[in-house]
């Protein structure tokens, strides 16, 4: 079954607001988390990604935060602007599940001027 | 400093035909991964190499599919009999040690089975 999910296939934010995106996981043995944009026809890119010991990393306009207990990260961008239009692709993995990742299926960001 | 490198870009091939899809890692990293991308499934993982050695292969379907990396600067992913069902991006990626960390990933091959 899908390790990795995210619910909300798609969000629209108007320029300058702060995009919300979610992530939830199911295996306990995961220790890293990871943000990834994809462009149309082009592969991922790793944004922003955080280990398990921490529950908060920043990194200019993106914050990831962890919820371990909950199962659930999620990636927030502040002063969003139109080229963060993409789809975000949030991955999991850890060393107990032989190191390789899981991905969600994607969440398309829209960001309206 | 390059990329990961994948070739061909596109490829096209008959059913029953033979696909062999290359990818050059970063220079200085030891692990290299292969993904599948579908609509449907999204991004699947196949098979992951360190240090040129195949460490897990859960994600390959065990008929075939068939991944070798011979030295440190290129694997391959050669899928047998291709049938309509393997069209797909598949996706290399590599990571400086490994593990379920920093991935880096190719630009793809967009495979299309006839």
């Known amino acids: 079954g899908q390790q990795v999910k995210q619910s909300s296939p798609s969000l629209t934010v108007q320029e300058g607001g702060i995009s919300i995106l979610n992530c939830d996981y199911e295996?306990?043995?995961?220790?890293?988390f990871a943000w990834y944009k994809k462009y149309p026809d082009n592969s991922p890119t790793l944004l922003i990604s955080?280990?398990?010991?921490?529950d908060k990393r920043e990194d200019g306009r993106l914050t990831v935060f962890l919820n371990k207990s909950g199962k659930h990260f999620s990636l927030h961008i502040t002063a969003s602007q139109p080229e963060d239009t993409a789809v975000y692709l949030c991955?999991?993995?850890?060393?107990?599940?032989?190191?390789?990742?899981?991905f969600g299926k994607g969440a398309k960001l829209t960001v309206s001027p | 400093n390059a990329g990961v490198i994948q070739t061909p870009r596109h490829k096209v091939t008959g059913k029953g035909q033979e696909a062999t899809l290359w990818c050059e890692p970063i220079?200085?990293?030891?692990?290299v991964f292969w993904y599948r991308q579908t609509i449907v499934q999204g991004l699947e993982f196949l098979t992951y190499?360190?240090?040129?050695?195949?460490?897990?292969d859960s994600g390959m379907p065990k008929e075939r599919f068939s991944a070798q990396m011979p030295n440190q600067s290129h694997s391959t992913l050669k899928i047998q009999s291709t049938q309509p069902q393997d069209s797909a991006v598949y996706l290399c990626?590599?990571?400086?040690?490994?593990?379920?960390?920093?991935?880096?990933f190719g630009p793809g091959t967009r495979l299309t089975v006839l």
């Open positions: 990626a590599s990571s400086r040690t490994g593990g379920a960390r920093e991935q880096y």
């Open positions: 295996n306990d043995m995961f220790d890293y």
């Open positions: 955080v280990r398990s010991n921490v």
């Open positions: 991955a999991a993995g850890g060393e107990g599940t032989g190191s390789k990742l899981s």
């Open positions: 220079s200085g990293h030891s692990a």
């Open positions: 190499f360190r240090n040129q050695a195949p460490i897990d």
